[in-house]
């Protein structure tokens, strides 16, 4: 009887590696299974199902449960271990028996160290040997078998007292992981409360699960009333973020159908007990591009009305306007990136997470609006994903002396390796093949986890950029259109980059190039766009 190993590589990303002081394991649960493990490590979006992808927190230990059923091996739990005990300095998932839980089902465990070692079993020892069911050995010493026996029964009732303590604080293990700063100590208790005497709970708002996790939030979907949400859960420690982003999109006329939708802010968490200040926002069922991009490709109109949708929703961000009486101002996402840019039902993009967003100084904003302004040369400095930010972020050379036209600038560039993913994704651009597997902007370069000193390097030092097949330059109407617009995105000197409003156009040029006239506000807006090829 030949047992086959458990074929889950295949719906793994093709590179799932953890930085060095994280271990990666596969995560997954079956159906029935009481308690879960997924509060000793950090759910990555590796796939819209089974089986998922989690970075340990408190070891570099991986974990694997299979049940064996009528010769039938199926797996029931994997994940990471809550600590680094005996058997996980082992490099592959060896299986030892643990139980019987009912008769012809026995349960083998398996703990193991390194990157993703517990997806597949290393061997199954055939029945009849020792350490498996059924083994007989002549030579055992009297009542070895009944000491066997009761270390067995040990462990059974071990494992099901385990799932019971498990099932029972789930939910308190749940509100404690959305009520603390992720990677980070439990808050301390917040003296002053001020800051939610305004903010009202929703005894409607339910919780379902989490769907993402950040520096400074947890976000989680859920329902408000009839409606599905996204709902970001801030601790206490972390007020002032939730102020600051909260500003933002309570700011007049921030509406946009490419800007995640902001609902309102409460308070409370998913525990019984209040635990901090919430954003309630629009949920996108598809999730974010990055996700999005693994699954699936998307021929040459939809790339592009992706690509459009997130330079419209950018030049929006920064664009400083009047609308109806009111003044919105411009706005820096600083953070842009496939994680924080989400898909909305018709394909289009939708960007969210304004954590670090900062509003700019203005020519025309009103002597009663003051914004706020950063504290100094780091406020400005700081940025996002490492793997998005320009040049001069990573060199610190960023002009602080025009620091609203500079973090524009530095956004564009993020952008461009964004619209470089979406394309990397399009069948029509690869005309003799198919699209290779989705990859992040430098991740063919660097891999999935670059330092700082690397992206470094390759940025600034030796201005590499991601690489554009030969075969998107001979498609669509203006064969250099693809290699000059993120040319002219991801320059080197920021003060050479297009605006975003400037990529707005030339997109809508590239989709439909007869049709495309500046309306009277483009052509008055504050920034003009250089011609596609200028003349000497």
């Not at 651009?429 to 891999?447: H, I, M, N, S, V």
Request: hydrophobic share 35%; net charge negative.
């Amino acid at each position: 009887m030949m047992l086959g190993t458990l074929g889950v590589w295949a719906l793994l990303p093709t590179a799932v590696q953890a930085p060095p002081s994280r271990r990666t394991c596969v995560f997954f649960e079956a159906p029935g299974v009481r308690g879960s493990t997924k509060t000793l490590g950090k759910l990555l979006d590796a796939g819209p199902g089974p089986p998922r992808v989690i970075r340990c927190l408190y070891s570099r230990c991986c974990f694997g449960i299979w049940n064996l059923t009528q010769d039938q091996a199926q797996v029931a739990m994997q994940g990471c271990r809550d600590s680094d005990e005996p058997g996980c300095e082992s490099p592959h998932c060896d299986l030892s028996l643990r139980a019987h839980p009912s008769p012809g089902s026995t349960l083998f465990t398996c703990s193991c160290g390194n990157d993703l070692c517990n997806a597949n079993y290393s061997h199954l020892p055939p029945l009849g040997s020792s350490g498996t069911p059924g083994s007989q050995d002549p030579q055992a010493a009297p009542g070895e078998s009944i000491w066997t026996a009761l270390v067995l029964l040990g462990s059974f009732l071990l494992l099901l007292l385990l799932g019971s303590i498990i099932a029972l604080l789930c939910p308190a293990l749940l509100q404690r992981k959305a009520c603390r700063v992720p990677d980070g100590p439990e808050p301390e208790p917040e003296p002053d409360r001020g800051w939610s005497a305004e903010l009202p709970e929703l005894p409607e708002l339910c919780f379902s699960q989490v769907i993402w996790e950040g520096r400074h939030a947890v976000v989680w979907s859920g329902r408000l009333q009839d409606e599905l949400v996204a709902i970001k859960a801030f601790p206490l420690r972390a007020v002032a973020q939730f102020q600051a982003e909260r500003a933002l999109y309570e700011l007049p006329g921030l509406q946009h159908d490419h800007i995640v939708r902001f609902i309102t802010a409460s308070r409370g968490g998913p525990g019984p007990l209040p635990c901090g200040p919430l954003l309630i926002l629009e949920l996108h069922p598809k999730g974010s591009l990055c996700h999005y991009l693994t699954q699936h490709t998307n021929d040459w109109r939809t790339s592009l009305r992706m690509a459009l949708s997130l330079s419209q929703g950018l030049a929006f961000l920064h664009e400083e306007r009047w609308h109806d009486g009111q003044y919105k101002p411009g706005i820096a996402h600083r953070d842009l990136s496939s994680q924080n840019v989400l898909i909305r039902d018709d394909g289009s993009c939708a960007i969210g997470d304004l954590g670090l967003a900062l509003m700019l100084p203005g020519l025309h904003q009103p002597p009663t609006w003051t914004p706020t302004q950063p504290q100094g040369p780091a406020a400005i400095m700081e940025a996002g994903t490492q793997r998005y930010m320009a040049p001069e972020l990573l060199d610190k050379t960023l002009d602080l002396q025009d620091w609203g036209a500079a973090l524009r600038q530095a956004d564009v560039y993020s952008l461009a390796l964004l619209l470089w993913e979406i394309l990397s994704r399009c069948p029509d651009l690869w005309p003799d093949d198919r699209p290779p597997p989705f990859q992040l902007a430098y991740e063919a370069e660097l891999g999935s986890a670059p330092t700082t000193c690397e992206l470094w390097t390759l940025a600034v030092k030796e201005r590499r950029r991601p690489h554009i097949p030969s075969t998107w330059h001979c498609f669509a109407t203006d064969p250099s259109g693809l290699r000059e617009l993120l040319e002219d995105c991801w320059d080197a000197d920021p003060e050479a980059r297009l605006t975003a409003e400037c990529v707005r156009q030339r997109l809508a040029a590239l989709a439909d190039p007869p049709e495309e006239h500046p309306s009277p506000e483009q052509e008055g807006a504050a920034y003009s766009c250089p011609p596609l090829h200028p003349k000497d």
